[in-house]
């Protein structure tokens, strides 16, 4: 079964500094993998995906991700994060039918 | 591109009444919406995955008769939760998928926040 895995709760990191929100993967077969991110009482807003390709992805907002296949990891990254950036911040496999979320890390950038 | 609303975007009824949440793809077709159910501080449950014009697919542990899922249309799908109690308050968010394929984007609604008394 797919599954992604989610280290950190919660990640803080001041202004200006580069951020880096962990995830982890467990597949059979090529992974899809994506991020998500979700600001207070509302939906959450696509940020990336990987497919094939590059394993650095670009994404909305200033964020990308690398993909790694030999440590099995897609962490989320910014050069340079602002306080805009504090949101709750998913990762997802897509599995045949469905998306898999992980558990959410909370990102608290503070000034 | 790939806008998807959810009305209404908050709900307060008495137990025992149905709400009716409704789920919309603005500018794409949608073949694929998925409902979810989200806890307080807690990661989204899939509850149903729904293609226009077939029956809902249901998670193992969501009861079906409770939670109603119409997808009458390529953009749009709605879910009837029946005879509402206190304990299906929570936020309900749906998303839409252009396609059914692995590699297809799914775009989240802003979600409805429904609360039983």
């Known amino acids: 079964a797919q599954s992604v895995a989610q280290p950190e709760d919660q990640v803080n990191v001041a202004e200006g500094n580069p951020l880096t929100v962990k995830c982890t993967y467990s597949?059979?077969?090529?992974?899809?993998l994506f991020w998500y991110v979700q600001y207070p009482n509302r939906g959450l807003q696509f940020l990336l995906k990987?497919?094939?390709?590059?394993?650095l992805v670009k994404g909305s907002y200033g964020f990308e991700a690398e993909f790694n296949k030999s440590q099995t990891s897609f962490h989320l990254k910014k050069p340079s994060a602002l306080v805009s950036d504090s949101a709750l911040y998913f990762c997802?496999?897509?599995?045949?039918?469905?998306?898999?979320f992980g558990t959410g890390t909370r990102l608290q950038v503070f000034p | 591109g790939a806008v998807v609303s959810q009305h209404p975007s908050w709900v307060i009824c008495k137990s025992g009444t149905s709400v009716k949440i409704e789920c919309r793809s603005l500018d794409f077709q949608a073949t694929t919406m998925f409902w979810y159910r989200q806890f307080p501080k807690q990661s989204l449950m899939l509850m149903a995955t729904s293609n226009e014009g077939s029956k809902a697919t249901y998670e193992q542990g969501v009861e079906k008769d409770k939670f109603l899922i119409n997808h009458a249309s390529l953009t749009l799908s709605t879910l009837t939760v029946t005879s509402a109690h206190p304990e299906d308050s929570s936020f309900y968010i749906c998303s839409a998928s252009r396609g059914a394929g692995r590699t297809d984007t799914q775009y989240f609604g802003p979600g409805t926040r429904l609360t039983v008394l």
């Open positions: 990987y497919i094939t390709g590059d394993n």
């Open positions: 597949v059979s077969g090529n992974p899809y």
């Open positions: 997802a496999v897509r599995d045949m039918y469905k998306v898999i």
